[in-house]
T-cell receptor, first 113, second 117 residues
Framework: DTAVSQTPKYLVTQMGNDKSIKCEQNLGHDTMYWYKQDSKKFLKIMFSYNNKELIINETVPNRFSPKSPDKAHLNLHINSLELGDSAVYFC????????????FGQGTRLTVV | AQKVTQAQTEISVVEKEDVTLDCVYETRDTTYYLFWYKQPPSGELVFLIRRNSFDEQNEISGRYSWNFQKSTSSFNFTITASQVVDSAVYFCASRAHGSSNTGKLIFGQGTTLQVKP
């Protein structure tokens, strides 16, 4: 009964490929996020969705396209993968009633070779 | 714009020592929230604590305590009697208040804590 779950946990792929990472939360939260953690462990937000609507796009290349089919899911599709896309991608969710904290998935380690 | 600074990149202590992780934040918001997250070697991000800007009370949870001081814009985290299982990367983060923000977290660079037996 994991609160925020991401699949896959590890993803190794070649440059130029297209890949997707899936995220699901069972917390009933309205807002979901994608964060990227680089090789130096620095965490930075990429996207935020609220009730399936894109709210934040932090100057992420167009090759990254989030999709939210419903409030409980936020998937990340990446086209034409580049070496620099190698990172750990975290999905998170947060309830917007009250001032709550974000809960994170276990992360997806993407390695582009 | 918000900014969070964790000046300590790495800290190494021996088990049972007390250790304090520093966090300094910058914000122009009058209402904001501060957080600490733990990232153990397994890689997940674990929420530890949230503090509201209007509540400067310090908090203690077991061996963990947090010291929030608005006067110095600091939100430091102390682990008492550290244990090997405390070895992890610890992130301090801030979030502005307000619906337009939708709650994005601004993270510090993280502090890697190594507790040796």
């Amino acid at each position: 009964d994991t609160a925020v779950s991401q699949t896959p946990k590890y993803l190794v792929t070649q440059m130029g490929n297209d890949k997707s990472i899936k995220c699901e939360q069972n917390l009933g939260h309205d807002t979901m996020y994608w964060y990227k953690q680089d090789s130096k462990k620095f965490l930075k937000i990429m996207f935020s969705y609220n009730n399936k609507e894109l709210i934040i796009n932090e100057t992420v290349p167009n090759r990254f396209s989030p999709k939210s089919p419903d409030k409980a899911h936020l998937n990340l599709h990446i086209n034409s993968l580049e070496l620099g896309d190698s990172a750990v991608y975290f999905c998170a969710s947060r309830g917007t009633q009250g001032n709550t904290e974000a809960f994170f998935g276990q992360g997806t380690r993407l390695t582009v070779v | 714009a918000q900014k969070v600074t964790q000046a300590q990149t790495e800290i190494s202590v021996v088990e049972k020592e007390d250790v304090t992780l520093d966090c300094v934040y910058e914000t122009r918001d009058t209402t904001y929230y501060l957080f600490w997250y733990k990232q153990p070697p397994s890689g997940e991000l674990v929420f530890l604590i949230r503090r509201n800007s209007f509540d400067e009370q310090n908090e203690i949870s077991g061996r963990y305590s947090w010291n929030f001081q608005k006067s110095t814009s600091s939100f430091n985290f102390t682990i008492t009697a550290s244990q090997v299982v405390d070895s992890a990367v610890y992130f301090c983060a801030s979030r502005a208040h307000g619906s337009s923000n939708t709650g994005k977290l601004i993270f510090g660079q993280g502090t890697t804590l190594q507790v040796k037996p």
